[in-house]
């Protein structure tokens, strides 16, 4: 009998690299694989379960949204995307309209076909090591080049200056430059957060340019870093956010912030068959009610601030840096990472890598600080590992 590993490597696409092992149940901060062990997960979907896996309130709403009304293009109102969309428009003083769609590089594109829109203007600038996503114009705005290879031509107009450096963001930014676009935690390009002086600098030169400033929170929102967006900890307003990931608890769901500079967008403008179905409305509006009712970003803030302190005071000659926000963590290494991926697999420890060198730890907001003290053990074993003192 051919394993789900067989059957998914016969019959997928190829554009994932499968991993033996197949999970088919999680609580929390743990998965379950088919023969019943426990891993505990630090990637949560890439960040899309920052509420954890199966949280009940989430399954509950999915349940009964389901039994009622699964879909409904966005032509008709409907009760759920209403009361979503009046909740979103909470979230950012400022930022009251909303456009959904399905991803995070759905919303990224809405955002850049927004801006051009609204400004009249082609040019885009965006950061070294960005990752926005794959779609073309999405694509278009991320930097590595592993991504971009086999597409070109791109899309025209799109530049690429210094993550963090003021003076680079001001000789890129020009009277012909319709938005600048960056993350307010590089996640993809080594889990570096942006400074509070580039992103209120960044705004600034937005405003004196005339061009839209728009921050991609698709793997950094919803109480990841410490508070509901990682920009609010610069206290800046950007024109459009960028979300998705969990939104929704899980669900496939993104969304578009939009601000008062935004102009212009008239019905048929864009669109989106499954944006704002009454499913994932369902869950996005009882996600955002356990993150507030948890509290989950204070969560987020103390567990991150705790698990730094246990992986700064692990003594390996291999670790060059721990950095991060919250819980969206990267440990350097002066080595390639690949190999100590796998020793905290083998040790039933889930993790992500961000660049060939950084291990990125993006664990559920609900994962307990046991959970913590034995992904940092399993790390120190598995540097340790490398050096025969296990």
């Known amino acids: 009998m051919a394993t789900l590993y067989e059957i998914e490597t016969q019959y997928g696409a190829g554009v994932y690299l499968k991993q033996p092992t197949a999970f088919v149940r999680g609580q929390g901060a743990t998965l379950w694989d088919t023969d019943g062990i426990a891993y505990i997960d630090c990637t949560s979907g890439h960040g899309a379960a920052n509420l954890g896996h199966a949280h009940p309130k989430v399954a509950a709403a999915l349940s009964e949204q389901a039994s009622r009304l699964i879909t409904l293009f966005e032509t008709y109102p409907n009760d759920q995307r209403a009361a979503l969309m009046q909740k979103m428009a909470t979230l950012v003083p400022g930022l009251e309209r909303v456009f959904f769609c399905n991803s995070g590089t759905e919303s990224v594109e809405a955002a850049l076909k927004f801006a051009r829109l609204s400004t009249g203007r082609s040019e885009i600038v965006a950061a070294m090591r960005a990752f926005h996503g794959r779609t073309f114009g999405a694509l278009s705005a991320t930097f590595n080049k592993r991504y971009r290879q086999g597409f070109e031509p791109l899309l025209p107009g799109f530049s690429h200056t ?31 957060p942006a400074s509070e002086e580039y992103l209120q600098a960044a705004q600034r030169i937005c405003q004196e340019r005339g061009a839209l400033f728009i921050v991609d929170e698709v793997q950094s929102g919803f109480g990841r870093t410490g508070k509901m967006f990682a920009f609010q900890h610069s206290g800046v307003t950007p024109d459009m956010v960028c979300c998705a990931k969990s939104l929704a608890g899980g669900v496939p769901m993104g969304a578009t912030l939009i601000g008062k ?39 987020a803030a103390e567990k991150g601030e705790y698990f730094v302190e246990k992986l700064k005071a692990i003594r390996s000659p291999l670790l060059r840096e721990v950095r991060g926000l919250g819980l969206m963590i990267g440990v350097e290494l002066k080595q390639k990472v690949a190999p100590y991926l796998k020793a905290l697999h ?42 025969g003192e296990e």
Request: hydrophobic share 50%; with cysteine; glycine share 8%.
């Open 162 to 192: 210094s993550f963090n450096n003021i003076e680079a963001l001001d000789r890129a930014v020009t009277d012909r430059t319709a938005a600048v676009i960056l993350e307010a935690v590089q996640g993809e390009g080594g889990v570096y």
């Open 261 to 299: 500079r935004v102009s212009h967008i008239a019905p048929g403008a864009h669109g989106s068959t499954f944006g704002g179905n009454p499913l994932a409305c369902a869950a996005a509006l009882a996600a955002l009610a356990v993150i507030e009712e948890e509290d989950l970003a204070t969560q």
């Open 346 to 387: 083998d040790r039933h420890i889930l993790a992500l890598n961000a660049g060939m060198t950084v291990i990125r730890f993006l664990p559920p907001l609900v994962i307990t600080y046991e959970q913590l003290d034995r992904v940092a053990a399993a790390l120190q074993e598995s540097l340790l590992m490398d050096l």
